[in-house]
C-alpha cells in the first residue's frame, strides 16, 4: 500500500515563498512519477508539475512556469514543490500524487492512482 503524506502549506503574502512536501512510504519510491495538482474554492483539481523517477526531467503548468521549482530526493523518499512569487491566485488545497510506470507526462487526475491528503496554500494580496 503507497502511502503519501503533504505537508508545508500554509499562509504568506503575495510575493512570498513556500515550500510543500510529500513523503512517500510504500513501493520503492524510484518506481513512481510524481506529480503535484491543487484545487481552488469551486474549481476542478488541476495540474502544477510532475516529476520524472530519476528527477531530471519536470514539466510544469503554463501558470507556474518560472515561479515553482519540483523536484525531489529518492533517498528519502520526499518529493518538494518549491513556490516562489506567489500570487493570490495560487490559493488552493495542493495534491502530490503518484504513478508507477510510464514514459510520458501525465496532466489528468485520473492517470495518478496514489493521492496525498492536500496542503493549504493560502496567498494574501
Known amino acids: 500500500q503507497v502511502q503519501l503524506v503533504d505537508s508545508g502549506g500554509g499562509l504568506v503574502q503575495a510575493g512570498g515563498s513556500l515550500r510543500l512536501s510529500c513523503a512517500v512510504s510504500g513501493r520503492t519510491f524510484s518506481s513512481y512519477r510524481m506529480g503535484w495538482f491543487r484545487q481552488a474554492p469551486g474549481k476542478e483539481r488541476e495540474f502544477v508539475a510532475a516529476?520524472?523517477?530519476?528527477?531530471?526531467?519536470?514539466d510544469y503548468a503554463d501558470s507556474v512556469k518560472g515561479r515553482f521549482t519540483i523536484s525531489r530526493d529518492n533517498a528519502k523518499n520526499t518529493v518538494y514543490l518549491q513556490m516562489n512569487s506567489l500570487k493570490p491566485e495560487d490559493t488552493a488545497v495542493y495534491y502530490c500524487?503518484?504513478?508507477?510506470?510510464?514514459?510520458?507526462?501525465?496532466?489528468?487526475?485520473?492517470?495518478?492512482?496514489?493521492w496525498g491528503q492536500g496542503t493549504q496554500v493560502t496567498v494574501s494580496s
Open positions: 516529476i520524472n523517477r530519476s528527477g531530471l526531467l519536470t
Open positions: 500524487a503518484a504513478r508507477a510506470g510510464g514514459a510520458s507526462w501525465y496532466r489528468k487526475t485520473h492517470e495518478y492512482p496514489y
